[in-house]
């Protein structure tokens, strides 16, 4: 069974710093596109960052020079580091895998940014 579980929300000051990671189980991350989206209350799905099978990387223009992405291919993880955070940042995160048709989902994790 594919799971990708996230870990890492919670509740950060703005101008504080989060950092969310999602691991992969029964399914090998190095062979697919990886992305972290999110969702605040009322709005649509976005797309917050990319990386490739082969690290390369795609932002945002709301989160450029303030969020990275990487992943780790032994861990079988990806991260998402969020620098800088705003009230605008607040949302449900959500991990990504897409190849060739499949897509899998995590479950979510909140991210609150608030004084």
């Known amino acids: 069974q594919v799971q990708l579980v996230e870990s890492g929300g919670g509740l950060v000051q703005p101008g504080g710093s989060l950092g969310l990671s999602c691991a992969g189980s029964g399914i090998s991350l190095v062979f697919y596109g990886m992305g972290w989206y999110r969702q605040a209350p009322g709005k649509q799905r976005e797309l917050v960052a990319a990386?490739?099978?082969?690290?390369?990387?795609n932002y945002a223009d709301s989160v450029k020079g303030r969020f990275t992405i990487s992943r780790d291919y032994v861990k079988n993880t990806v991260s998402l580091q969020m620098n800088s955070l705003n009230p605008e940042d607040t949302a449900v995160y959500y991990c990504h895998a897409g190849r060739g048709g499949y897509d899998y989902w995590g479950q979510g994790t909140q991210v609150t940014v608030s004084s």
């Open positions: 990386i490739t099978s082969g690290g390369s990387t």
